[in-house]
């Protein structure tokens, strides 16, 4: 079909942050995947909890609360560090980026340490009880979605030394935080329904 | 609005142009302006350019071409190709299942073998074929009609046909190695729980759901973005074409809805190999969990169905009927209140559980509710061709045969939404009669539309008009002798899932028409299949735009080049082709020396930012390989899931790995 050239769009920059890149929806996307899972895995707790007269099972005892709380603190910090480092790679500093990525790695492989810990104070096992079996689903979940930001963000800041950095590392860097943020506030639900419900509900 | 001129004859010959190629200010050339150079009629690019721009996009020859490719086309007609052979071995499945209800107390198959049957034709029909054919058109045409070089993320869309390709094989290599499932397309617990279904049955089952569910949330992933962030400058959300609109309600359907599917399997897979508890009521599990996750997914999934046969007849109607679609803003708002209400219908699969009464007046209202939006969609249809100038081709006999056909289930699915007839009703061959209306009725009548109307475009030949109007009829009678006797038959009190009943209960007639009609069914499947082949062979070449249709596909040559489009066309009205007959206003300024695509805004569509597309990888296939090693092996030990997400973490890396040179040395960019 014949044509007629109405514009010129070479212009246009050739890298976007957030809103404007389209990594940054395609991430959008599988959070939303990634949340309807959290959402039902969370309904599945309650609906369970709703079929049963006690909660945890006699004679089970709750979460012990210490490992968690380590947890949720580190994650805080690191989402403050994070909301930095989303904030710097706009600014496209190499070396400010660098060191914020190496920053977030570090208090990401302390939080995974952490999480062993919490793994080790559950009280309750996957195969006893249908408690057990919800609980340990609610922290497995989140520990895959825990580690599979830890190794991307490892990855991500390993090229960002071996390799020549251009504006749309600084783009990805942006859009790694944004899924920090996510595998931060997911946490806080799960936080609340693993160590709180069996002692308030 | 703009309509075609009078008298065309689609197909045949191309019409006279409406109205010359006045150069008429558009907004989104308005609002270019500050990029826009002066309206000048070009060469569509410069030889030295064009040879660029095909030497970037170009593949690799040969099988490394074939497993590397990330052309979205490409990609879909594999795609296509795939799920319609396994259409066809579901149909072989269906035809063995009607033979051996032909008549009564009949030993061709056997219970257990029936049951193997029964539930790989309902598996594959939903799973294996029916998702992902009509999202292969959609990964086909999706980024022509909004006028994009490709897929947002086009390597996303080949791992994601391999991971497809993947649990399709799984599930009948299985059901060949006499390991396939046999507790139905549901997988119920108790039954296929560890206590009921020992084996691996029912661990392929659940691991195959896990797969097409990655590959059919990855295309959703992929669809919605492109539509939303690559549409061609000027084409505002009120512009898209109603095929585009579906998919984006469709996509954020299979967003919202697989996840439910994938968790309800993978706690069932957990149950059978971990030895949780989740649907183990002796340990506080609940088999009415099961049923609930699956729903959740499974109503939507309807409407995921479903809702693509909209998407085909919306298009086909208004090119056929030679005028735009009448009620274009009632049309989408249909589709997002279908795509609303499909969330809240779940629990009318689940009267006969002994819900709460509330409840079951709540999905009773809901239930029938959304027949009102179905219904606003069919009076469009219906009066977009009495206001046209329709052209009967096989496109539209298609569109036709699907609103009667739709309607039949519809109503029925209206009797069935009412509890009371439910319980009476519930696992008869009524509910078999429903949904086949609206399923074979509400996507696979649209999808031979689809078929017929967009080959030309896929191929570059036409097919046959009159073995295609043959195919349709043999189809639209087959189907209803086939599936209109289940409705009496449901009536007469015949329970599904049955492998035999005995003589003397008044069902054998209906039966044997029932099984005479799943024959002129076989019959006009294989005549489809021989068209395409014929066509293939010796069809008419067809040019660019054979219908004389409105959309941005058909402007470009049958079948489109690996680009697409030379440059980035401007969109101005909801028929673009109809409003610019003689020349289409384009933008140039994309690469050619890379892969480069054109990022808009999300509601007016205007140019925002350019970015790289990535380079053929062979990366996408073996990561399907390690996902398929993954779930393969956690089939038969939980240790293959952490070893598996090894390789796995290795082929991630290396699909992104960094093309740029190394830190500290100079070099060209990637």
Request: charged content about 15%; aromatic content about 14%.
């Amino acid at each position: 079909m014949k044509t007629r050239v109405v514009g010129d769009v070479s212009s246009l920059p050739d890298h976007a942050f957030g809103l404007k890149s389209l990594l940054w929806w395609g991430l959008l996307g599988f959070m939303v995947i990634e949340a309807m899972a959290f959402i039902l895995a969370g309904g599945a707790y309650l609906y369970i909890r709703g079929q049963n007269p006690a909660w945890p099972f006699p004679p089970d005892a709750p979460p012990a609360l210490t490992a968690g709380i380590v947890t949720t603190v580190l994650f805080v910090i690191s989402e403050v560090v994070n909301r930095w480092l989303a904030k710097m790679a706009k600014t496209m500093n190499e070396q400010i980026v660098r060191l914020g990525v190496t920053l977030m790695i570090g208090i990401g492989f302390a939080i995974v340490v952490s999480r062993i810990f919490e793994l080790a104070s559950m009280n309750t096992r996957w195969d006893v009880n249908a408690y057990g079996s919800v609980t340990w689903l609610l922290l497995f979940l989140h520990t895959l979605h825990l580690l599979t930001d830890w190794v991307d963000t490892a990855v991500l800041g390993s090229w960002l030394y071996t390799h020549k950095i251009e504006p749309t590392q600084f783009t990805e860097v942006y859009d790694n935080c944004g899924y920090w943020s996510f595998v931060f506030w997911s946490w806080l639900p799960m936080w609340g329904l693993i160590y709180f419900a069996p002692r308030l509900m | 609005m703009s309509r075609p001129p009078k008298k065309p004859t689609p197909g045949r010959k191309k019409p006279a142009a409406r109205k010359p190629a006045t150069a008429k200010a558009t907004s989104a050339e308005t609002d270019e302006a500050k990029t826009a150079s002066a309206a000048i009629a070009k060469p569509v690019l410069e030889p030295a350019a064009l040879e660029e721009l095909k030497e970037t996009w170009k593949d690799a020859p040969g099988l490394w071409g074939w497993l590397t490719t990330v052309d979205h086309k490409r990609i879909a007609r594999r795609y296509i190709v795939t799920a319609f052979i396994f259409f066809l071995l579901a149909g072989l499945a269906a035809v063995a299942m009607r033979l051996q209800l032909s008549r009564p107390e009949n030993d061709l198959i056997s219970p257990a073998r029936y049951n193997e049957i029964f539930t790989m034709h309902g598996t594959t029909m939903m799973f294996i074929f029916a998702v992902p054919i009509l999202e292969a058109v959609a990964i086909y045409l999706v980024p022509l009609m909004v006028g994009a070089r490709a897929l947002a993320f086009p390597r996303l869309n080949a791992f994601s046909y391999f991971v497809y390709l993947a649990g399709a094989l799984l599930l009948w290599v299985g059901f060949i190695l006499n390991i396939g499932p046999d507790v139905g397309w549901f997988a119920y617990t108790p039954l296929s729980g560890p206590e009921y279904s020992p084996g691996h049955r029912t661990d392929v089952w659940a691991q195959m759901i896990t797969f097409t569910e990655i590959a059919a949330l990855s295309v959703a992933v992929n669809i919605a973005c492109t539509i939303l962030r690559m549409r061609a400058p000027g084409m505002t959300l009120s512009r898209m074409p109603l095929f585009v609109w579906v998919h984006l309600v469709v996509s954020i359907m299979t967003i919202l809805a697989l996840p439910a599917v994938m968790l309800a399997s993978s706690l069932l897979m957990s149950d059978r190999l971990l030895g949780t508890h989740f649907y183990n009521a002796a340990e506080g599990g609940s088999h009415l969990l099961y049923q609930h996750l699956f729903w959740f997914f499974g109503h939507p999934e309807v409407y995921i169905i479903f809702l693509p046969g909209v998407a085909f007849v919306s298009m086909i109607v208004p090119t056929f009927a030679r005028r735009p679609i009448v009620g274009y803003i009632p049309m989408v708002l249909s589709q997002a209140a279908i795509g609303f209400l499909s969330f809240g219908l779940w629990v009318h699969h689940m009267f006969a559980t002994g819900l709460p009464r509330l409840g079951d007046s709540f999905y009773t209202a809901a239930s029938m509710a959304i027949a009102l939006p179905s219904g606003v969609q069919i009076f469009c249809w219906i009066a977009t061709i009495w206001s046209g100038r329709p052209v009967f081709r096989t496109p539209l006999l298609w569109a036709v045969g699907f609103v009667i056909t739709f309607v039949i289930g519809g109503l029925t699915g209206v009797m069935v939404a009412s509890v009371p007839l439910d319980l009476q009703l519930h696992d008869t061959y009524f509910v078999v009669a429903h949904f086949h209306y609206v399923l074979i009725g509400g996507a696979v009548f649209p999808l031979f539309g689809a078929f017929a109307y967009w080959f030309p475009k896929f191929t570059g030949r036409m097919l046959s008009e009159r073995l295609g109007a043959w195919q349709f009829w043999l189809f639209f009678i087959g189907f209803n002798v086939a599936f209109f006797p289940m409705h009496i038959l449901g009536l007469l009190g015949m329970p599904r899932r049955v492998y035999t009943y005995p003589s003397g209960m008044g069902w054998e007639p209906y039966n044997q028409i029932a099984t005479l009609g799943g024959v002129i069914l076989f019959l006009s499947i294989s005549l489809f299949i021989f068209n395409v082949f014929k066509s293939l062979s010796s069809g008419a070449k067809a040019d660019d735009n054979p219908w004389d249709a409105s959309t941005l596909e058909w402007s470009t040559p049958s079948p489109p080049p690996p680009y697409n489009f030379h440059h980035t066309p401007v969109v101005d009205s909801r028929e673009p082709l109809w409003e610019h007959r003689e020349d289409l206003p384009v933008m140039e300024g994309l690469a050619t020396k890379k892969r480069e695509v054109l990022v808009t805004s999300a509601s007016e569509a205007h140019p925002d930012n350019r970015q790289s597309s990535p380079d053929p990888s062979i990366w996408p296939f073996i990561s399907a390989l390690a996902v398929s090693g993954v779930l393969i092996g956690t089939i038969f030990s939980e240790w293959a899931f952490v070893w598996g997400l090894i390789p796995l973490t290795f082929a991630l890396s290396a699909w992104f790995w960094p093309k740029r040179p190394r830190a500290g040395k100079s070099g060209e960019p990637h």
